[in-house]
Antibody, heavy 120, light 107 residues
Framework: QVQLVESGGGLVKPGGSLRLSCAASGFTFSDYYVTWIRQAPGKALEWISYISGSSTYTNYADSVKGRFTISRDNAKDSLFLQMNSLRAEDTAVYFC?????????????WGQGILVTVSS | DIQLTQSPSSLSATVGDRVTITCRASQSINSFLNWYQQKPGKAPRLLIYAASSLHSGVPSGFSGSGSGTEFTLTISSLQPEDFATYYCQQSYSTPYTFGQGTKVEIK
């Protein structure tokens, strides 16, 4: 079965950096776009970035552009999010998710989420 | 950016009730509208994609309709496990945006 498992979250000071990982299993990872979505405490979901199967295409929300970098390692079935210059407003649960099909762009499988807290 | 507005923001209902949630887009998104269910402390779960297609494994009591700027999610007969928060999401263009959520609570 499809599984996505995030890791790497935690407490970081404002201006600091953190790298999230997402381990995928149960499907041919390289065939799919994958994405990061976050949810601040008590708030709605916010899409932040996606990457294509071969890493050719990436896209970012304006709120993270220039600070966050998405990448993947298909040999290790892993997705990453490098987060730099972190701000208090980046505090959220971060989910990785699979895009079901190019062109339709819905998220059919999600990880359980990992908490990132930005605070001094 | 395309804004999605859900109504109501919350509702109270009883088991067996028919429940309808509306999602309005700030511009036409054809049928690029998806619905998710989220329970506290859990990841969202895909229910409906492309406005009206039921995702694999989702009970047939859930249905979606609409196109353009107005969409609805209907639960035909509310079950105890359906009490949750529901989000719409547009996949017409990036940034992919979500509605603010509709919390379905027990009356």
């Amino acid at each position: 079965q499809v599984q996505l498992v995030e890791s790497g979250g935690g407490l970081v000071k404002p201006g600091g950096s953190l790298r999230l990982s997402c381990a995928a299993s149960g499907f041919t990872f390289s065939d799919y776009y994958v994405t990061w979505i976050r949810q601040a405490p008590g708030k709605a979901l916010e899409w932040i970035s996606y990457i294509s199967g071969s890493s050719t295409y990436t896209n970012y929300a304006d709120s993270v552009k220039g600070r966050f970098t998405i990448s993947r390692d298909n040999a290790k079935d892993s997705l990453f999010l490098q987060m730099n210059s972190l701000r208090a407003e980046d505090t959220a649960v971060y989910f990785c998710a699979r895009l079901a099909a190019p062109g339709l762009n819905y998220f059919d499988y999600w990880g359980q989420g990992i908490l990132v807290t930005v605070s001094s | 950016d395309i804004q999605l507005t859900q109504s109501p923001s919350s509702l109270s209902a009883t088991v067996g009730d028919r429940v309808t949630i509306t999602c309005r887009a700030s511009q036409s998104i054809n049928s690029f509208l998806n619905w998710y269910q989220q329970k506290p402390g859990k990841a969202p779960r895909l229910l409906i994609y492309a406005a009206s297609s039921l995702h694999s494994g989702v009970p047939s009591g859930f249905s979606g309709s609409g196109s353009g700027t107005e969409f609805t999610l209907t639960i035909s007969s509310l079950q105890p496990e359906d009490f949750a928060t529901y989000y719409c999401q547009q996949s017409y263009s990036t940034p992919y945006t979500f509605g603010q959520g509709t919390k379905v609570e027990i009356k």
